[in-house]
């Protein structure tokens, strides 16, 4: 028993050896990576309080990374790794572009450009200590619609109805002309098409009754017959 306990204490005793090895040598890994730091100025035009300061905060890839601002909207973020980031403002007033800072792993050169999620082959560059001036005020209300006089012209019942009577009223004087000649052209032309529109009298009555025109026919045979 004694040796079983024995063999226990001393494996648990390696796997805590090897634990502490390996925490050891990633805490390394990790000092040994050098950390950089975005720094820049939020910039609100036309705003009179002067405590937007306080509510106003610095998001580094979502909410890993966090800054705050001084009382003249400058800020710096501290223990950025290397790498590409996107730094956001987070204010309950404003809305603000995000902005993408590039990091390079050898030389630690800063680049700064705009988050384009439509296009991301189109490169904006930004000028670096970084600007980010607010866009917009968030609107948390929508306005309400006011009654317009346009509404009633661009209604589609109202087009109909008013376009049949401008082409009655304004056609004919369009249409008539001083010119004796061109009036008679006209009032002959509207002449030839009436008398080529209207049908004769006969075939109208034949084509109105067509079992009486049968009848007719009928009796006439039997009397040729007779």
């Known amino acids: 028993m004694q040796r079983e306990r024995s063999e226990g204490i001393m494996a648990l005793s390696s796997r805590l050896t090897w634990l502490c090895?390996?925490?050891?040598?990633?805490?390394?890994?990790?000092?040994?990576?050098?950390?950089?730091?975005?720094?820049?100025?939020?910039?609100?035009?036309?705003?009179?309080?002067?405590?937007?300061?306080?509510?106003?905060?610095?998001?580094?890839?979502?909410?890993?990374?966090?800054?705050?601002l001084q009382n003249d909207g400058s800020f710096i973020v501290h223990n950025i790794p290397a790498g590409s980031h996107i730094v956001q403002v987070s204010t309950p007033n404003y809305y603000f572009d995000p902005v993408r800072v590039d990091?390079?792993?050898?030389?630690?050169?800063?680049?700064?450009?705009?988050?384009?999620?439509?296009?991301?082959?189109?490169?904006?560059?930004?000028?670096?200590?970084?600007?980010?001036?607010?866009?917009?005020?968030?609107?948390?209300?929508?306005?309400?619609?006011?009654?317009?006089?346009?509404?009633?012209?661009?209604?589609?019942?109202?087009?109909?109805?008013?376009?049949?009577?401008?082409?009655?009223l304004v056609l004919p004087k369009l249409l008539s002309t001083s010119d004796p000649e061109v009036q008679k052209e006209l009032q002959n032309m509207n002449m030839l098409q009436q008398s080529k529109e209207l049908p004769e009298m006969s075939t109208f009555f034949q084509w109105m009754f067509p079992e009486g025109n049968k009848g007719k026919n009928a009796k006439k045979s039997s009397g040729k017959r007779r």
């Open 21 to 68: 090895i390996v925490y050891l040598a990633f805490n390394s890994y990790v000092l040994a990576e050098e950390l950089y730091k975005i720094e820049g100025k939020v910039i609100i035009p036309n705003e009179r309080l002067t405590d937007w300061t306080i509510d106003t905060k610095i998001l580094v890839d979502g909410m890993k990374y966090i800054g705050f």
């Open 103 to 168: 990091i390079s792993r050898s030389k630690g050169k800063i680049r700064a450009r705009k988050v384009n999620y439509l296009q991301p082959s189109q490169v904006s560059i930004l000028s670096y200590p970084l600007r980010l001036k607010a866009r917009e005020p968030l609107q948390f209300f929508e306005q309400r619609q006011s009654w317009k006089i346009t509404d009633i012209i661009y209604n589609p019942m109202v087009i109909m109805m008013v376009l049949p009577l401008l082409l009655v």
